[in-house]
């Protein structure tokens, strides 16, 4: 059978996306349950922030024009009272946070004031406005606070909160149905694998990337290397879900059963990508559900679900475009130029090359040249590989900070600008 081609990773993401369109509908939520979730609305100010004038400081409300004078205090403000009127020539006792009273227009900071008896000297560099939060300095009612398609953080709550909101409209949750495939892999927490089978990492791992993401996850369990068994566990999970993801058997091994119990079922519309790790991915469908196939080895299924799965989710979610971070590194590591497939080291960063905490990983012995160091006045970070890039090692992931990005045919040198994807900023 000849095989199909290996779709650049640009190339596969654009077919994987094409046909994305969000879920309709949405769920209100009280906002201590919304974190994580995508904004199904704009949110748009029903308040000022501040509502009112207020102190920024303990210290003396005034008005600027005593400049110079010395006043009697004759009053105390606390957070909480109400602002009332400040007579003329006179100060009043405020503290932070609380309303300025009318007729005032600043506030002396306490360590400032020269407080003799019940008088303040009010020196003679007062401005207006000094030390006051003014109203609507934050927002103003009606400006727009969150776009619809935001992934609330827990600073987006406090915002939400602080307009007095206790609910917030979010898209509904995706159900994803996770399966594993594997006559090999045994459970965590059963006693030590025999001869021959291991643990199954993938699907914890995933599930937690699910979590993470803010999808319903429906564990599927793990299916048995036969076709009969992939074929009834695919279409289970068709059933309920808004989309299936499967870790291993799309790739062209005899016991390899998932590409071809999709292409029975529905059609495979993508297989084969040309990215290390990660090659054997699939994309399709299952009958009318959306159909993700991961590698079966931990670091290809984790780096795949982070370049592939990931953007299709939170496009199927209702997330607007994520401006995620990237940036150049210094290589710490060399390549001869001969790949064919683009890879995605997973490495540490550091500001000193080979810094890498003791954990295990590679560096090309220090030449001595100032300049291959990086030492021309920058301060770049540099990007040291784990020591083992096998597909199968999940440790090169933990130790990561980054996916570090090789393109397909080019040579790097140490000492090399190369382009690194931040793994907190995939995950968040």
């Known amino acids: 059978m000849t095989r199909p081609p290996l779709h650049p990773l640009p190339d596969a993401l654009q077919r994987l996306l ?3 369109s969000p879920l309709e509908g949405l769920e209100s939520l009280p906002l201590t349950d919304a974190c994580g979730r995508v904004l199904a609305v704009d949110q748009l100010s029903v ?6 004038d207020n102190s920024a400081m303990d210290g003396y409300a005034i008005n600027h024009a005593d400049a110079g004078q010395r006043l009697p205090v004759t009053r105390r403000i606390a957070a909480g009272d109400p602002p009332g009127t400040l007579e003329e020539r006179a100060a009043a006792r405020i503290f932070t946070g609380a309303p300025l009273p009318s007729g005032a227009d600043a506030v002396l900071m306490q360590e400032d004031a020269q407080v003799e008896g019940n008088e303040i000297h009010i020196p003679d560099a007062i401005r207006p406005g000094q030390h006051v939060r003014r109203r609507g300095e934050e927002c103003k009612v009606g400006e727009r606070l969150l776009a619809a398609g935001r992934r609330l953080r827990p ?5 939400l909160a602080a307009q007095g909101l206790a609910q917030v409209d979010v898209k509904p949750r995706l159900r994803v149905a996770l399966l594993s495939t594997g006559s090999e892999l045994v459970e965590p927490g059963t006693a030590p694998p025999a001869p021959g089978r291991i643990y199954n990492s993938n699907r914890p791992m995933l599930l937690a990337l699910l979590h993470t993401l803010g999808c319903s996850a429906v564990d599927m369990g793990n299916v048995q290397d036969s ?4 074929r009834a566990a695919l279409g289970k999970a068709a059933a309920s879900s808004d989309l299936i993801i499967s870790t291993g058997g799309v790739s062209v091994g005899e016991e390899d059963h998932v590409r071809s119990a999709v292409e029975a079922l529905g059609e495979l519309t993508l297989w084969r990508i040309a990215v290390k790790p990660g090659k054997p991915f699939a994309h399709g469908r ?4 959306p159909f993700i196939g991961l590698p079966g080895n931990p670091a290809s299924a984790f780096v795949t679900f982070l ?3 990931r953007p299709w989710i939170e496009r199927r979610q209702g997330r607007s475009e994520s401006r995620r971070l990237r940036f150049s590194a210094r290589a710490d590591f060399t390549r001869d130029g001969s790949a064919r497939r683009e890879e995605y080291l997973r ?4 500001a000193q090359p080979g810094a890498a905490g003791g954990m295990a990983f590679a560096r090309k012995p220090d030449t001595g040249d100032d300049a291959s160091r990086g030492e021309t006045g920058d301060r770049a970070l540099w990007a040291t590989p784990f020591q083992n890039q096998s597909s199968g090692i999940l440790r090169s992931v933990t130790a990561a900070d980054a996916l570090a990005c090789v393109p397909a045919g080019r040579p790097v040198e140490r000492g090399d600008e190369v382009e690194v994807l931040p793994l907190d900023q995939l995950l968040s």
């Open 18 to 20: 094409r046909d994305v």
């Open 347 to 350: 490495v540490v960063l550091e």
């Open 227 to 230: 076709a009969e068994a992939t």
């Open 286 to 289: 299952v009958g009318g559900c």
């Open 47 to 52: 308040l000022d922030l501040p509502p009112w």
């Open 155 to 159: 600073q987006d709550i406090g915002m």
């Open 307 to 309: 370049l592939l799965a």
